[in-house]
């Protein structure tokens, strides 16, 4: 079996995607006729577009655009700034002057009248917990787009999308934590879907895929707290150092121990935000012997200190607006 034709590994692929929930949603409904044009910027927290009628077209600075045809999602890991417009080079207004307030857990209808084609779009701003995101998770894409064949893949995320664009909330009883809980899944069964039809030539995929760095990225995302060098990272692979070491960083993006780092700070920061464990239990926790080496370390890496980090966590984690 060549590596390109290997399934991604079930338990993996689970780390890097049961992990994520969502803190809040802003979702909007969009009914637009051409020509249309709407200007984002960079938002702190994911976003999706979904047509469910006609076609719209995703620009992102310097890459060609991508249209979207009716059933076709896409997908914005980082929440990047974007355009989105019935044509290139339509006519665009900012989205703060269509959407001014967006807060999660609202939901608004934005109409725009023209001559044209009419097109209907979902759009959901989902913000995740960045603190429970795998670090595989920031090498995704800036732009993943699901066609119609990937969402057939996935029968469950089709209808998921369907109700969402629909009117459908889930009733009025619990509407907003039904609504939240759709969208939460539409976004880990979308992140799925998209890794599996991901071009070979993307570095996430070869890595998920690749069965020795497939291996010990399974290993540091569930076993982070043991101690391990990047000799017994590399025992783990089946790999002798060098190649296990040239391997992960093209594969991955970054050295070996710094991915650990990456997953015991992100663990770290977890759980400062979410319990009361002292940091000398979160510390041994996260594989560090010495609360002294941890605290060193984690200042470094998160620019604060675990005990500045634990008393501004609800500002850190952010409520920025969405589309």
């Known amino acids: 079996m060549r590596i390109k034709d290997r399934p991604v590994d079930g338990d993996l692929l689970s780390e890097l995607l049961g992990p994520l929930r969502l803190r809040g949603v802003f979702r909007s409904r969009w009914t637009a006729r051409a020509p249309w044009g709407v200007t984002g910027e960079r938002e702190s927290c994911a976003l999706l577009h979904y047509v469910s009628e006609g ?51 609202l939901m608004r209808r934005v109409s725009i009248d023209g001559p044209g084609p009419p097109a209907a779009i979902l759009c959901g701003g989902l913000h995740y917990d960045a603190a429970a995101a795998s670090p595989l998770y920031r090498a995704l894409p800036q732009l993943l787009v699901l066609d119609r064949a990937a969402i057939a893949g996935e029968p469950l995320l089709g209808d998921m999308l369907e109700r969402l664009a629909g009117d459908w909330d889930g009733g009025e009883a619990g509407r907003e934590i039904v609504a939240l809980r759709a969208f939460e899944l539409a976004f880990v069964l979308a992140l799925r879907a998209a890794l599996a039809s991901l071009s070979e030539s993307e570095p996430i995929l070869r890595a998920l895929r690749h069965p020795a760095i497939g291996a010990a990225l399974l290993a540091v995302q569930t076993r982070f707290a043991e101690p391990w060098t990047v000799e017994s990272l590399a025992e783990e692979s089946g790999l002798s150092r060098s190649a296990f070491a040239a391997a992960f960083r093209d594969l991955v993006g970054e050295a070996p121990m710094r ?34 080496g941890f605290h060193l370390a984690f200042k470094q890496w998160h620019g604060l200190t675990p005990g500045e980090f634990r008393k501004n966590a609800d500002v850190l984690a952010g409520e920025k607006g969405f589309w």
Do not use: K, N
């Not at 770290?268 to 940091?279: E, I, K, Y």
């Open 259 to 292: 991915h650990l780092t990456a997953r015991r700070m992100q663990e770290a920061a977890r759980l400062l935000a979410g319990s009361t464990l002292p940091h000398s239990r979160i510390a041994r926790r996260v594989g560090y012997q010495s609360t002294v």
């Open 55 to 105: 076609t719209c077209t995703v620009e992102l600075p310097g890459a060609e655009p991508v249209v979207l045809g009716e059933g076709e999602l896409s997908v914005f890991p980082h929440g990047a700034g974007h355009r989105l417009g019935d044509a290139p080079g339509s006519p665009a207004v900012p989205l703060d002057s269509l959407l001014p307030g967006r807060e999660p857990g």
